[in-house]
């Protein structure tokens, strides 16, 4: 059964780097054909897409959060992260983590709630 | 980007009972890539349908799926207890892959 759980500061302040990190257990970061993927959704909004890393290292980001988003991988402890930088209140959401087959999301971490407040 | 629509905002039902949710595009979506899933509060949402139709491993036959172009609709024949909650559609043959704003599927 592969498992994700998404971990990382609660609290961010304005204008600072939001860095979390998902650890992936009952499969590798690093094999097969997957999209390691992170998905927000703010308070009474949808769910939003930010991006996702491949195994092989390339990226693929939301043109919207593109200029502040970087994704990586450690093999080495079958993590993948995601840096979102200059975070505004407007950033505030739960962040997902999630696994993409490329024909479906098939399966999600619970989520952690990130806040942006001095 | 593509705008996914779902209707309605809440659908209040009782066990037993069928329901019927609808998603619908801003553009063509190729039936290849149209999910559903379920979310629960504390949960990670559940995928329960991909490719439109194909229900994912475990998920009961209850829950089918259909449609094509820029409308695709969820059934679930007969509402179990454990079927309340939060339903939303997400497309991901265009980039970026995008979600609908969800159904709430809830106690009558």
């Known amino acids: 059964q592969v498992q994700l759980q998404e971990s990382g500061p609660g609290l961010v302040k304005p204008s600072e780097a939001l860095s979390l990190t998902c650890t992936v257990s009952?499969?590798?970061?690093?094999?097969?054909?997957?999209?390691w993927t992170w998905i927000r959704q703010p308070a009474g909004k949808r769910l939003e897409w930010i991006g996702h890393?491949?195994?092989?290292?390339?990226?693929n980001y939301n043109p919207s959060l593109k200029s502040r988003v970087t994704m990586s991988l450690d093999t080495s402890k079958n993590q993948f992260s995601l840096k979102l930088t200059s975070v505004t209140a407007a950033d505030t959401a739960v962040y997902f983590c999630?696994?993409?087959?490329?024909?479906?999301?098939?399966?999600w971490g619970r989520g952690t709630l990130v806040t942006v407040s001095s | 980007e593509i705008v996914l629509t779902q209707s309605p905002g809440t659908l209040s039902l009782s066990p037993g009972e069928r329901a019927t949710l609808s998603c619908r595009a801003s553009?063509?979506?190729?039936?290849?890539?149209l999910a559903w899933f379920q979310h629960k509060p504390g949960q990670a949402p559940r995928l329960l349908i991909y490719?439109?139709?194909t229900r994912a491993t475990g998920i009961p036959a209850r829950f089918s799926g259909s449609g094509s172009g820029t409308d695709f609709t969820l059934t679930i024949s007969s509402l179990e207890p454990e079927d309340f909650g939060m339903y939303y559609c997400?497309?991901?043959?265009?980039?970026?892959?995008?979600f609908g704003q969800g159904t709430k599927v809830e106690t009558k």
């Open positions: 999630a696994r993409d087959t490329y024909s479906s999301i098939d399966y």
């Open positions: 009952g499969d590798s970061v690093s094999r097969g054909s997957y999209f």
């Open positions: 890393i491949y195994t092989s290292g390339g990226t």
């Open positions: 553009q063509t979506v190729s039936s290849d890539y």
């Open positions: 490719g439109t139709s």
């Open positions: 997400q497309q991901s043959g265009s980039s970026p892959q995008t």
